[in-house]
């Protein structure tokens, strides 16, 4: 039943069994595959003939059909079908059909296995046609079962899409041939075989014995539909009394064991009752009235030939009946003639007879018969009407055996048609009598009365009358055990008689408010209650009241701890006196039916308040008595468990009412487990098991019965379903934890009386399991989880499974048939928990003991538990069991690292064939594909070697011109079907819900790289439009159902699919696409798809009225299936934009419109509120929009519009949701949309490509609305601290831009406006508290350098106190150098590098302030050196040793320049601190003798080089020209270094020289001062070692020395930059030397001897070191020129030879004044 392309020539008579069938037509199967009427009408056309023939479908051998057979079947195949023919006796060609359906079906192997089978060994042979055999049987009983459906079907008016056409087939002629199979079958010996075992022989017969069963069913049910006239009853009877009722077959003695002796009892209670179900009895009936001859063929035939047998009396009551009709006639009078006398006595006798038979007991039997309770409805009627003939004719009140009498019709009123008929107006006139008869003998009669309710109280429309018949007895009945003298006689029958004593129940004792008395002279009447006599006193009282005191008492006598059957003891109670005992009323003795009426009593009440809403407040003491004895009982050592069980389902009951109270009262009863006070010492939990855990331990466990167990699991069930009333209440997870640890795991060792316990406490603990897992993000989820994961008690599942699988395997079709199968339900909802259990867990997440347990645990000597997983792959129970155990294997797949495809074997091949049959199965539900295709695609993300098995592909031969390649395999692998369900798809034949799976598999191949299997499928016929059918049809959106709701989450998910897999084409293939494909896509684009599909990334519109029938949980899924579209189509137009512009149709008014449709898109979801799914879709839109516009920059419509376009993004970004309250596991839009307009800036200014200021303008304000939010969020996830710093750089890009195109402008005024600066400082202010946050700040800092280079820029700084920020804010970060520092100097932390960055950053701020604003900022940057004085100073000392970085000099370097500028201002600085400012001049001192050391010594600065270069970290840009060089070598190194060293030694000097005075102040003064010799008169060399607290001319000199030296190696590289910065910087040396020296000379204090030593020495330095530097302007060729202008300060006469080597220019004038200065001042 594959299905074809075409369904024209799809051949709908292949491999639909007779199971597939019966499975389509009861619906067990949910959706099938087939979703089109023609093809189901196909389908059961096909069993036209099956229908009308049934069993006799299956024919004999003949002539023909052997021909028909070898002319297309030879050797081995043909040799086993002949075989099959024979061993059956079934036609040939039925034969090789029969094979055909056992391969496809049932056979656990491959083709190629069976045929090497079939030459093998003898024995595989045999067991091969055993199993054929089996087959067949089987088949021919789902006919039998297919046509019974099709009946009930009809018959309940089912919804069923194959009932209204299967009907059609019911032949009237079908009860005709049932009739005859069912007799053929009765009277026919089965031909013995000599081929097959006693075992297979004895399976025959049972399999004949259940085709008789089944045969019955058909009639039974049948007659339903078309009764049978009264004329042919004789011929039947006759029929049934021939066969005896089939009691007598045969071939049943062969078999002697459970399963034959139940065949053998359904057989006979079916065909005692066919004959009445067949005829029915019905008042006023004609051909009973007037067809008086066959009335007396049937009285005759009963009475003269038939035998005195229970199974023969229903037969007879029902002939007893029929004549009494005939003689009473219709609501007629009897007249009393001879002859109605006559016919009335063999009425008595033919119901003597019948009674004597045991016919009330075998009717009881036939109702109690669950396996046929399904076909009963007839046999309830006839009961029924047999019932009310017996009133009419004996009267029910006179019949023996009432207690079986009340039973039977405790039964009858069960069935809703004889309830309906019963209570239509009141109560039955006849049969009520028996319920009238019950209430006036209570309560000698009480437990066949409350048996009568017990069958009432269930149902809503009977309940009421139960608590009517309750509410008042009108008789008070006691056995009469005293003689009548005793009492008075009121007339001489002694009928009636009367008391003059009374039974009185004391109020205050009673408990109930009121008192129940027997008054005296109360009249009564004697009636006879089988062999003893009674009296009905007319007192009228509540039953209710009644039963409760007996509850009472048996509470407070404590009779029922021992479960007795004594009542001796019933009134030696120590608190008898509850009840006053007056003479002979008493309650009863036995108290073993007080124990059973008081259970009886709460069994009703747990129905009223199942059935009644107000139930609860009218029952209320009874209720309470349920708690008291769940209190009392279930503590005592042997209490009577049906008692405590029926006490646990009235609370359970009352439970779902009312949660609260009903917990807090079962709570105090002690009886659940409960949390210990002390930990028990020799466990590890400290749960107690309670009353529970004893009752299970000591009694039930020993019996093998649960009971209590069974109505306990239902209760803490029932608790768990009202958990939103009870909260996460403690207690109910105490109870969860004993049941998970100590019930779940141990529950399999038990004892149990019957198997079927079992599975049903299997069952109730799954569902426990099953209701906490749905319990999300609760302590019982994650309790159950951890468990079930890491403890023994996940074994049990695993147990669960491997005694389902054999269960099953064991199991034979025609036992427990029409029972729910249990099993199945165990084993569906373990597959459910293990598939629950492995989903929560996360792929990279390591494996528990439940999964480890998998690939380790064992069955039948197996390996791991997928061979017994695979087990249920093969049809057996329920149908849906195996999409179960698929999708339970889909999980395994994906978390447990084993290879599957070793762990089958040699099953794989098999349970591959099995999975592929499946696919394409007309008969398969759609669930069943689903869940196949999922495997699939699972086992290609983990499973090569099953992927392999799979695909199948099959390898072409190599050509000369072409290579080997691969292609599809038709005949074996999953392609095929595939291939076909996409076919059928464009189709219109296959639904949604199945073509998403279908191209999630193909999704899979593509992303997994299956290039062998992807290209096989490119070259299949027409792939690319199959392929793209859905994206060229419209998508809608429905939230009218739940299924459509679904039907639309599932059509998103088939578009995603695919969208993927073109994706992928695209960016694998980027150079070039399938022509096909790009055909289509010129095809798509021309009819505005791109457009179409990009609007549909828009807000779902959800209609609110429509909403309201969809469940939460549907809308999440379609929710989440519109966010997966939207990501892959975001993904598909970003592949297509950069790669495939013009195959995909992306002209760039297609790419205009897409952008458009992008940005409406975008706009509609920013208007919802904030969620994780808006935020996600606006990240998919935004990055999209920014990302194409980045590859769309070269074209001339997108650049024009870029500007517009982002100008909106940012709109609609800005206004229609919060920019920070989202979830921080979903990437912000924001992202993307500042990184791509930072790059777009970047290259507008790098190219100076045509940028619109308003681009710039319009990005203002909305960053200043992000800052404003982050300012307010504390702290910051990293998805912000990412946003934050990137909309600071985005700002700085911003402003370097407006700078360079517009110096002012209007986004300066934007600037302001915004406050934008004022959110800067609170975000620094901020991110200074934090420790993790050092990029935000720095961000901060390169920004705000920038801006202050803008005087009113500047000044707003000021005005939103960075005053703080600098001086209190950032003590917080700089509080942590020290430690940073120590780290360092051990070679620790490399944090410091972000604290010594943003420490250098904040320098350079202070410093460009100082410039812009100059005296305004004066007085912050004094704070801030107070406060950071200890940064300053530690900033102003050279690092030595090891982990030496650039940094640390560089550093130094931003320190010593803030402290030169300062120095403009010393007076205040001094005035203000006074200390910091001599501690920095003194620091600065220091500095500069310690770098002229280093810079005199070449070895110190090689070995800081090499420091430098093995921490060499960060690359920071100095002033040096060529420091941006990349080359790393140690000279470069060299170079660098000694260069930062004299821009130190620079800086010192001229803060030294801000402490002396000029020259030219010198020259006006005249007068020096001592405080201004900076500078000692020495000439020795700096050392390293010695520490220098005073300057001298030695170091300057040397300094001098050191430049000049540098300045030649400068000079020769032709670094005329770096030359000027060395002369300028000789220049303050020779300045600073010149001044110092004119002071020292005209020192007072100063020896004559040491002044002519300072001459001689200075002037020697001087002369050695000009001579040298007139050689450098020799060689630039600046010739010496003497200039006529005067030199001032000195005298005009310019003698020396020195001074005349240098011209007057300004390159030299220092060097000529100098000379002059020797010339004049040192001679």
Known sequence: NKMAADPEQQDLQTYLTNREFFQLVSGACGQLLIDDDTKKSGVVKLYAERFTAMLSYYKKPCQRSLNTVKSHLKGTMLDFVLEISKTLCLDEVQSEELLECFLADSYRGTSKDFVNLLTGQPQAKHTLLTEVMRFYRNERVYLLKSIRQVIVSKLGNYDNEFVSLATDLLDPSLLTTSWKLFTEAVTSDLPRRPTLSPEVEQELVLWNLQEQVELLQIMHTFALLEEVPLKDVPVYAEVLKDCQFAQHQPQASLVVNKQCSLLLHNICHLSSTLLPVLCPLQDGRPETLNDKNVCEKLVSMVTDSWRDLPHYSPIILYVAAIKYQSVSGCHGDMDGTVDEQVSLNEVHSLIHRALQNDALNFLLAVLSNEDLRVCCDGVYKFVYNVLKCLNRAVGLDTLPQQNILSQLTSKLLTNSTVRKDFWKHGPDEDLSVIVLMSQATFPVTCSSFLNLLLSLAPHETTAHHVMRLMDTVPYFTEVLSEDLTQLDVECQEVTTVSRDCKVVYPKESAALGKELVIPANTVGHIVQLGELQAVCWNVEYSAWDFLLLQAIHLHSSGQALCGC??????????????????????????????????????DIVSELLHSIEDAANKLHPQISMCFHFLHRFSACPSPSLPLLASCIRCITAYLELHPSEAWVHLLETGFLPHRLVVPSANKSTSVASGHFGHLLAVQEQAKGKYLVTMETLDCIHTALGARKFLGNSPELLICVMYIVEELVPAYCKWRFVQRNDFYKISLKLMDIVTACLCMKDTPFCEFVKHSLQNTVAGLSLLNNISMGAVALETRAAWWSSLRKDVICEVLKATFTILECLMSSRSDSSPLTALESAFVHHSLDQRHSMFPALCSFLYPQGDPSLRTSAIRLMTALCKRIPMSVYASLGEEAPAIRDTLVSRLSALSSPRQLITSILQFISVAIQTQPSLTELFLALQKTKSTAQEAASFEINEMEGCLTPIMDHLVAFKDGRLPYSIASSVYDVLRNLWKHKRDAAVVAIKQSANFWPTLLYPLFNDLEVWYQSEEACHQSTEQFNTISHLLYILTAEGYYLAKSCDSSLVSLFREFSSKRKYSYWTMKCGKLEEDEIQAVLTSAPVKESLRRAHIKFVNEWCKFLLIASKYHTAAFGLTEDVIAEALEALLCALEEHSKDPVSKETLEVCTYLSNTLMIILRYQRQSAKAIVRISEMVESVCRVLQYGWGLVDFAPTVPSPLVNLFSTSITLIQEARSTQGSLDLRFCHGYIPFISKVLQKVSFVD??????????????????????????????????????????????????????????????????????????????????????????????????????????????????????????????????????????????????????????????????????????????????????????????????????????????????????????????NPRLIRQLSHDVQENKSNKIQVSSSDSNSSSSSEDDIDEHLQWILFLIVDDCIAIQQQCAPTLIELHNDGRVQDNVILVEPSFATPQLSAEQNQMTIGTLTTALDCARSLLKQKSTRGVRKDCRVLLHFMEQILMFIVSQSICILASPTLETMQKEFLKRELSSELETFLSGISRYFT???????????KSKPFDDSCSSKTASSFSETPEQGIFRLTAIFMSEHLK
């Open 1675 to 1685: 060689r630039k060729g600046f010739s010496p020129a003497i200039s006529p202008h």
């Open 1275 to 1496: 702290p910051l996830s990293s998805d912000l601290m990412e946003i934050t710093v990137l909309a600071v750089l985005l700002l700085n890009e911003l402003c370097q831009f407006c700078t360079s195109n517009q110096k002012d402008g209007p986004w300066l005024t934007a600037l302001r406006q915004n406050s934008i600066l004022q959110h800067i400082v609170q975000v620094m202010d901020k991110s200074l508290r934090s420790s993790s946050m050092q990029l935000v700040v720095d961000a901060c800092l390169s920004l705000l350098l920038g801006v202050s280079q803008f005087r009113e820029l500047a000044k707003l700084l000021v005005m939103n106190n960075l005053d703080q920020l600098l001086c209190l804010s950032f003590g917080s970060i700089f509080d942590k150098i020290d430690e940073e520092e120590v780290s360092m100097e051990t070679g620790g932390s490399h944090g410091n590098e972000y604290i010594t960055g943003t420490w250098m950053n904040s320098l350079s701020l202070v410093s460009n302030l100082l410039d812009t604003l100059d005296h305004i900022f004066v007085q912050t940057a004094i704070d801030f050196t107070g406060v950071h004085a200890k940064q300053l100073l530690q900033g102003l000392t050279l690092p030595m040793g090891d982990g030496v970085k650039i940094n640390n000099f560089i550093r130094i370097l931003e320190t010593v320049e803030l402290v030169k500028k300062l120095m403009k201002f010393k007076e205040k600085w001094q005035f203000k601190q006074p200390e910091v400012y001599t501690s920095v001049v003194d620091c600065c001192v220091k500095l500069c003798c310690t770098v002229v050391g280093v810079l005199n």
């Open 565 to 602: 059957t004594e009542g001796s003891g019933a009134h030696t109670a120590s608190n008898v006196s509850l009840f006053a005992v007056v003479s002979q009323v008493t309650i009863p003795h036995d108290i073993a039916d007080v124990v059973e009426n008081v259970t009886k009593l709460f």
